[in-house]
């Protein structure tokens, strides 16, 4: 069956800290994972993904996710948490159940809260 | 780019009317955009699939009567929640994909409507 959890329905950490957002998938085949986040009353904003190549994937606003096969986790992290990467955020990974399909399969997403 | 916009952006209205939602690929053409659901402090739940030209699939529960999905053009698709009741009330986002099958790519969302109704 294809899935993704996200553990933590909160993550708190302090301005500067680094920052980590779990996530674990179980999917047959080579999985094409995607972190997304969401901020108060709006859409999804894409951050990285991860298809293919080197395990450690680098996207926007400083985040980067690191894909292991052996423990099937795509956690996200950040060296240096800013109070402005509060928000939402979910994980997802490609449902290939049907058929060639791009539809997504969400996780249950974590609120991240940065303290001052 | 591969901006996504989603108008309106809040609805309020009276139990019984319809509301017709926008979603448009504003830098790009997309052959294929989503529907999704989302509840308070919840995940994303897809309603349906939207190809240009061809019917939307909907997921499993949706009754496709209740929401009328269409996607006439490469940059436009829209949802229509008919006879909305308050139980319709909810957060819609719709999402876009540059072209069907690469499922390496990103889907890109608009920001949303909020969907109140009395």
């Known amino acids: 069956a294809q899935s993704v959890a996200q553990p933590e329905d909160q993550v708190n950490v302090a301005e500067g800290n680094p920052l980590t957002v779990k996530c674990t998938y179980s999917?047959?085949?080579?999985?094409?994972l995607f972190w997304y986040v969401q901020y108060p009353n709006r859409g999804l904003q894409f951050l990285l993904k991860y298809i293919t190549g080197d395990n450690l994937v680098k996207g926007s606003y400083g985040f980067e996710a690191e894909f292991n096969k052996s423990q099937t986790s795509f956690h996200l992290k950040k060296p240096s948490a800013l109070v402005s990467d509060s928000a939402l955020y979910f994980c997802a990974v490609r449902d290939i159940r049907g058929g060639a399909t791009n539809k997504l399969i969400f996780g249950t997403g974590t609120l991240l809260a940065v303290q001052p | 780019g591969a901006v996504v916009s989603q108008h309106p952006s809040w609805v309020i209205c009276k139990s019984g009317t319809s509301v017709k939602i926008e979603c448009r690929s504003l830098d790009f053409q997309a052959t294929t955009m989503f529907w999704y659901r989302q509840f308070p402090k919840q995940s994303l739940m897809l309603m349906a699939t939207?190809?240009?030209?061809?019917?939307?699939t909907y997921e499993q529960g949706v009754e496709k009567d209740k929401f009328l999905i269409n996607h006439a053009s490469l940059t436009l698709s829209t949802l229509t929640v008919t006879s909305a009741h308050p139980e319709d009330s909810s957060f819609y986002i719709c999402?876009?994909?540059?072209?069907w099958g690469a499922g390496n790519q990103p889907q890109h969302f608009g920001d949303g409507t909020r969907l109140s109704i009395l």
């Open positions: 939207s190809n240009e030209g061809s019917k939307a």
């Open positions: 999917v047959s085949g080579n999985p094409y």
């Open positions: 999402s876009a994909l540059l072209r």
